[in-house]
């Protein structure tokens, strides 16, 4: 018997919607859905490979329980009575002696997002922390400053640009797959793309202009670009006039930042930054200066994405075709969206976050999220108070955070160590309890409100029964918050009932998603009046370059540039990034992708590595403050002098994660840890390293 299921991948982050073909209670084929608008049956490779994590006897498929030294790799296995018994003892003592503040959750952010700050409200503790200031909280910050909206309110009309300049948005190998599709449409329609980035990535391939720029001077170029477009009055006067504040002082400021003097520091020509800001403003509005994703770079990351926030703001292509838009929820149509569990009523809570985050001394960076490269110092000097318990779920703190050596001595002093995954990740293999997840072919998940130009609601649905002794998210919190004395705050029985409890006042059921796996709120294309109806949530309800979040908190709108080092002899920039092949740290022990690509190699400049004795394919030697490792080297003209580029997510050392275990090297191992105090990322980028033949 054979069925077809509407669904979301959960491959990465993206949750592109899917076609899941099922026969006999097997997953048979796996497709992008073919009923919604630029997915049209399209899939990436990651997606593909979602057969193979449901099959994988690698996976965690039962409940563990540490029974060595942590880190050892003894476990033993346990039922789930006695696992979540053994936490929930654990977390009562914990709450009692030390305040429920304790106790930390971190997790990439997902569709129970609101199930996980829920047990943590219930509990009293303000330290929920997610995976997005480590990749994109700079970001948010920025686009908070200047229009009042966070970077996840915002979105890029791909299809209808008419020019797009990327700095380092690998979006080819990064791939969300309706975004590459629009995007190719609109290049096949006549778009131009210009890309920015000290390695010649998938992406920069695809360009109509590449520029090798000098790392870490992304910032003096956006400079000089609002330079010449100021000095010829290029941009979007009439839109400008009304909706932005603050153009008299970035006028200032940019006066002395001439294409000359950023030729200089970025490497390129004056002439050909001078042509970039005409050809934009030919195309203005619908042009797009794309902020980014992955915005932590640099300890000055805030002000490099504001930069471009800025440019856009000039070409007036803020809410407009083919430009950058604030998504529209269903409140535009009089529609409501799902609810959610943390619109309940919870006990207040007076204690700060750990991090500091919303406090005079990191007041700016979204409490909604924390500063999770914060955690480490917090839990070793105990200040604000000690953390005792971590709750990790589909989170990797020891391979996405920098310094992975420090976050070891800071997990080393808590009490308990709990990750709910689907892998033996690295932190898996240095908790105390292991609790398995069932991966989302195996269960329904909570809704997914997507807002947008049009906005809808996606779900994600059970295909087949778990393979495995496996639990969904959903009703693991609840068992445990059941054990700790708060389940009431949960409501449900299973992660359908939760669903049902979720559309309850919207109109939609849980079976109108069997159709095309989504719902929609309007047929109708939302967009903004641009001349009366703008709706910023600044203070002064306009875009404003000079922030009132910025100076209220003591920080500049424009602060001085500081000139880049030049690193020479054997010394580098390191640089991190993506591949179509592999998802972050999460992907690299997949039977499919792992023998498509079982480690990284570092990239390395050809003449730099002639001099150093490099050959490629050798190893080498890579180190910083922080720690070391080999690798092997990939010998390239297609990179900086100043750079030596590693993909993310390799290194692991749980062993029985067997086919990724050891292979390649870890970046976290050797990132510093150093954080963007204004806009809260880490700087990823600012890690200098020295590279020699092994």
């Keep these: 018997m054979e069925k077809t299921v509407y669904s979301m991948c959960f491959m990465c982050s993206i949750r592109c919607p899917i076609k899941v073909t099922v026969k006999d209670g097997q997953v048979t084929f796996i497709e992008g859905n073919p009923k919604v608008a630029g997915i049209d049956g399209s899939l990436c490779p990651r997606g593909s490979a979602g057969i193979s994590l449901l099959y994988d006897s690698q996976r965690v498929q039962s409940p563990m329980i540490r029974s060595g030294e942590r880190g ?33 959750l971190t997790e990439r952010t997902n569709l129970s997002t609101h199930v996980s700050k829920t047990f943590l409200k219930a509990i009293g503790s303000p330290n929920h922390f997610t995976h997005d200031a480590l990749c994109k909280g700079s970001v948010n910050t920025a686009c908070r400053s200047l229009f009042g909206y966070t970077d996840a309110q915002m979105g890029i009309d ?180 799902a609810r959610k569990l943390t619109e309940q009523k919870f006990p207040a809570i007076k204690a700060p976050r750990a991090d500091k985050v919303g406090t005079k001394d990191f007041p700016l960076p979204d409490p909604d999220h924390g500063v999770p490269q914060m955690l480490p110092q917090a839990i070793l000097n105990e200040d604000p108070y000690p953390i005792k318990a971590l709750l990790v779920y589909r989170f990797e703190p020891l391979m996405s955070m920098p310094d992975s050596n420090l976050t070891k001595k800071a997990l080393d002093k808590l009490d308990l160590i709990v990750t709910i995954d689907i892998n033996y990740s690295d932190i898996a293999w240095h908790s105390d309890v292991i609790l398995p997840e069932s991966i989302y072919l195996e269960r329904t998940d909570c809704v997914q409100q997507a807002n947008g130009q049009k906005p809808l609601m996606f779900l994600r649905r059970q295909a087949v029964p778990p393979r495995y002794d496996t639990r969904d998210w959903n009703v693991i919190a609840k068992q445990i918050a059941e054990r700790i004395g708060i389940g009431e705050f949960f409501p449900y029985k299973d992660s359908e009932d939760l669903v049902r409890w979720q559309l309850e006042g919207t109109g939609f059921t849980l079976e109108d998603f ?88 570092l990239w390395i400049n050809s003449k730099r590595a002639s001099a150093l004795g490099i050959k490629d394919g050798g190893l080498v030697k890579v180190a910083s403050k922080n720690g070391s490792g080999q690798i092997k080297a990939l010998v390239t003209d297609f990179i900086h002098p100043d750079s030596v580029f590693m993909l993310h997510g390799f290194g692991h050392q749980a062993q029985l994660a067997a086919r990724s275990y050891n292979k390649g090297v870890s970046d976290a191992m050797l990132e510093e840890n150093i954080t963007d105090k204004v806009g809260g990322s880490p700087a990823l980028h600012d890690t200098i390293v020295t590279v020699q033949a092994a």
Aim: aromatic share 10%; net charge positive.
């Design 158 to 337: 791909y299809k209808n640009t008419k020019h797009i300049v990327m700095y380092g948005r690998n979006l080819f190998e990064a791939i969300a797959v309706k975004e590459v599709n629009s995007l190719m449409e609109a290049m096949a329609a006549g778009a131009k793309m210009t890309y920015i980035d000290p390695r010649v990535s998938i992406t920069a391939t695809k360009a109509q202009r590449y520029w090798m720029i000098r790392p870490g001077t992304d910032l003096a170029l956006n400079y000089a670009l609002m330079h010449v477009i100021l000095k010829e009055r290029l941009y979007d006067a009439e839109y400008v006039d009304k909706w932005v504040l603050g153009l008299n002082e970035l006028q200032d400021f940019v006066q002395s930042c001439t294409p000359e003097w950023a030729e200089k520091e970025t490497g390129i020509p004056a002439a050909e930054i001078v042509v970039l800001a005409r050809e934009m403003s030919k195309d203005k509005p619908a042009v797009i200066f794309h902020y980014g994703y992955r915005g932590a770079h640099h300890a000055n990351e805030i002000y490099m994405r504001r930069s471009i926030l800025i440019l856009n703001a000039l070409m007036g292509s803020v809410e407009a075709k083919g430009g950058i838009f604030f998504k529209k929820g269903p409140g535009e149509v009089g529609g409501k969206p």
């Design 72 to 104: 050892s790799g003894q476990w033993r296995k346990a039922t789930w009575d006695e696992a979540l018994d053994y936490i929930a003892d654990k977390l009562k003592v914990i709450i009692q002696k030390h305040g429920a503040p304790s106790v930390a």
């Design 514 to 601: 069997d159709k095309s796996g989504f719902v929609a709120y309007t047929d109708k294309q939302i967009l903004w009046d641009r001349k009366e109806g703008l709706k910023f949530k600044t203070p002064s309800k306009k875009i404003e370059l000079k922030s009132a979040l910025l100076e209220n908190a003591g920080f500049p709108s424009f602060p001085p540039y500081e000139p880049v080092p030049i690193y020479t002899d054997n010394q580098f920039r390191l640089v991190t990034g993506r591949n179509a092949l592999h998802t972050h740290v999460s992907t690299q022990n997949n039977a499919y992708l792992s023998e498509l690509m079982p480690e990284n190699m």
